[in-house]
């Protein structure tokens, strides 16, 4: 069986449907929505318009040679992501998922949020489908990623600042979950990367596969081939999937998957969750998880709110375990780096989370050396970090002043 | 030793139904979270139902979720649920059930859990977050040691979900009263007699209610249609606010509830 044709409820022994019971009719009324979804033409058909007239699709491809001779002078091409509406590949999902809402006959959706780029993404397509909209947002991402509350607000959603656990993206699913399992007669939940309970991962990775289908023949234009690796931060894991699912068949293209070490990987405070992580159930499947001897989840840290999740999604573990896709960490530090290089070299300011990737396509390049091709996912743009990069920086670089 | 469906049972019999009372272990630390369950067994609780701590309690609401997280603050370990099975059971005889969220059972052991809670004296385990289709192991895994199995049924469950939970399960099945999650409400859903209805309809014998019950009237109502009344939040609550005493007047009043209602 090609990679490409896994669909879940399981990616080897990982995935599958750890939720209660309460839950499992309106999985299974979206699985079948879905399944009748992708059976009609018309699906495919809106869901194409909607792209290229709403998204921005198809996004384009950058090459970026300035800062290419940072990274050992390999060929680096960005796929841009940043570019799509509301600012990150999150919009790709949300419409597909927002258009099954419309079939479902639900007029309310609901989602989780870490970064803020899916909640505005959700909220957006609520907006434009005329649909209610809860966004669950962890209380310490609402206050650093703050510009994206503002921005969900003015589309009308109603954003709820979750004060339980961790106050970041892990309780906001959970509470998100909370409020599914209550309303699920009328709201649909718009799941927001590709973990979680069959059918999220097989269903988010096919509204996120655009993005490598279109990239593998525009680097293949570009290039005259196949790019050598492909790289993309891992947060939950939808842009890595999407990145990566045209290209897992072809077994010269080696697949990166970056994910928020914080700190350190071998510090307490990181996101590494395949690189430093076992398996076990969060979230409604079994996959790589950060979690202490017990079982409970560890609380991760990264500067990045987007990728500071202590789960990961199934098939990433499993593309890990089968040694298909690498995963490897890196800290704040790294990636804030490379953010300021690409801001600075390319004139692009890069998501944080999407920095680092682009610190990790550094790293390839020397090792790959200067004949390589490497694609980057650019998942999304840098507006709603400019706070954090700010103080960030200011710190670092108070000798050398904000603008030398 | 006595088994959550012999329990039950002598309550039919005797024209009322049981009172199931959960109580988190840990919470607030665990000798007095072990003193609290056996408070409620000795003031006319019928069997305890201990929830194991866990960071992610996607089917709680606010009041176990506090609590929860107290008793992880306070130091609470897994093994502290198999300490407090026995030292309830050494204490007195009454069915002990465990309810936990998967993944603390999975990283414990399924058969591992299985062993060391039969060898507790522990009789069943409530699986909020694990359905029938994914639990060959630990069905494996209960036929082997004769423990109970409580699977969760839902107002929303297909007939065909709620014959597999049925069949699946052993003990009784938790008959989930509301769309929603744990915590104490005005008016305990007419969604949770309709079930039971359909329940009874496949030929399930002990139906237990929970989610939302927290008074003597509502426990009354309950048990005209069920065999059993779980009671969370309330007994939390209880415990939180005014310690043992507290706890014990509220097993006192609900139980009030309990008897020969039909
Ligand atoms: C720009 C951007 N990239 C990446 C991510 C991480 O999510 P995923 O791993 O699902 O792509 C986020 C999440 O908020 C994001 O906003």
Redesign the pocket.
């Given at each position: 069986m090609a990679l490409r044709d896994a669909q879940g409820p399981y990616f080897g022994e990982f995935g599958g449907r750890f939720v209660p019971e309460s839950l499992i009719a309106a999985l299974d009324e979206l699985e079948a929505a879905y399944a009748d979804a992708k059976a009609d033409p018309g699906f495919a058909a809106e869901l194409a318009t909607l792209h290229s007239t709403y998204t921005g699709r198809p996004s384009i491809i950058t090459e970026a040679p300035r800062f290419a001779e940072h990274a050992g002078g390999a060929r680096i091409i960005l796929k841009r992501?940043?570019l799509n509406h509301t600012?990150?590949?999150?919009i790709n999902n949300v419409l597909g998922q927002a258009l099954l809402t419309k079939r479902l006959g639900k007029s309310r959706v609901i989602a989780e949020?870490?970064?803020?780029?899916?909640g505005v993404a959700t909220a957006t397509a609520a907006a434009y489908f005329g649909l209610n909209c809860t966004i669950y947002m962890g209380e310490v991402d609402t206050e650093r990623q703050a510009l994206n509350v503002a921005r969900m607000r003015l589309l009308g959603a109603e954003v709820i600042a979750v004060k339980s656990g961790s106050r970041t993206l892990k309780d906001a699913i959970n509470d998100a979950l909370r409020d599914w399992v209550a309303s699920v007669d009328t709201t649909n939940y718009i799941f927001?990367?590709?973990a979680g309970p069959h059918p999220f991962p097989a269903l988010v990775r096919d509204f996120q596969k655009i993005i490598g289908e279109e990239a593998r023949e525009q680097v293949l234009v570009l290039t005259g081939a196949l790019p050598d690796a492909v790289a993309?931060?891992?947060?939950?894991?939808?842009?890595?999937i999407?990145i990566f699912d045209a290209f897992l068949d072809d077994e010269g293209v080696a697949l990166f998957g970056f994910e928020a070490a914080g700190d350190g990987a071998d510090t307490p405070r990181h996101a590494a969750t395949i690189s430093r992580g076992r398996p076990g159930v969060l979230h409604g499947a079994r996959s790589y998880l950060l979690q202490d001897e017990d079982g409970q989840t560890i609380e991760s840290h990264s500067i990045?709110?987007?990728?500071d999740y202590p789960g990961v999604?199934p098939q990433h573990s499993w593309l890990a375990d089968l040694g298909r896709a690498t995963y490897r960490p890196v800290t704040d530090a790294a990636a804030m780096d490379a953010f300021r290089l690409l801001s600075r070299t390319e004139g692009i300011i890069p998501?944080i989370?999407?920095a680092h990737a682009l610190a990790g396509a550094i790293e390839l390049g020397h090792e790959l050396g200067e004949d390589a091709t490497i694609l980057v996912s650019l998942?999304?743009?840098g507006d709603k970090d400019m706070e954090t990069a700010a103080e960030y920086f200011s710190i670092l670089d108070s000798s050398e002043g904000p603008c030398s | 030793m006595t088994s959550v469906d012999s329990v039950i049972r002598a309550r039919r019999d005797a024209g009322g139904g049981a009172l199931i009372g959960y109580l988190p272990v840990g919470f607030p630390d665990l000798q007095t979270s072990i003193d609290a369950a056996v408070t409620l067994l000795e003031n006319g609780v019928d069997a305890i139902e201990l929830g194991a701590p866990y960071s992610d309690p996607v089917m709680d609401g606010p009041v176990i979720q506090a609590a929860t997280e107290r008793a992880r603050e306070n130091g609470f370990r897994f093994a502290h649920v198999l300490e407090a099975v026995s030292a309830i059971r050494e204490r007195i005889e009454a069915p002990v059930l465990v309810m936990a969220y998967w993944n603390l059972i999975v990283q414990y052991g399924v058969d591992r859990f299985a062993d060391h809670f039969t060898a507790a004296g522990g009789s069943g385990l409530i699986t909020p977050d694990l359905i029938p289709d994914e639990a060959a192991e630990w069905i494996t895994a209960s036929d082997r040691t004769g423990l109970d199995r409580v699977f969760l049924a839902a107002p929303s469950s297909s007939d065909a979900r709620l014959k597999t939970v049925s069949e699946l399960s052993r003990g009784f099945v938790y008959t989930v009263s509301t769309m929603g999650v744990t915590g104490a409400r005005h008016e305990v859903d007419a969604a949770a007699r309709g079930l039971v209805d359909r329940l009874r309809a496949i030929g399930v014998g002990n139906a237990c209610v929970g989610l939302g019950i927290s008074t003597a009237d509502q426990v009354r109502s309950v048990l005209e249609y069920a065999d059993g009344a779980i009671v969370g939040s309330a007994f939390v609550s209880a415990l939180d606010s005014g310690g043992l005493e507290a706890l014990k007047a509220k097993a006192i009043e609900l139980a009030s509830g309990t008897r020969a209602t039909r």
């Open positions: 992501e940043d600012g990150s590949h999150k949020t870490g970064a803020g780029q899916h927001g990367t590709v993309a931060c891992v947060g939950g894991g939808s842009n890595a999407g990045s709110a987007g990728l999604g998501a989370e999407s998942s999304g743009r | -």
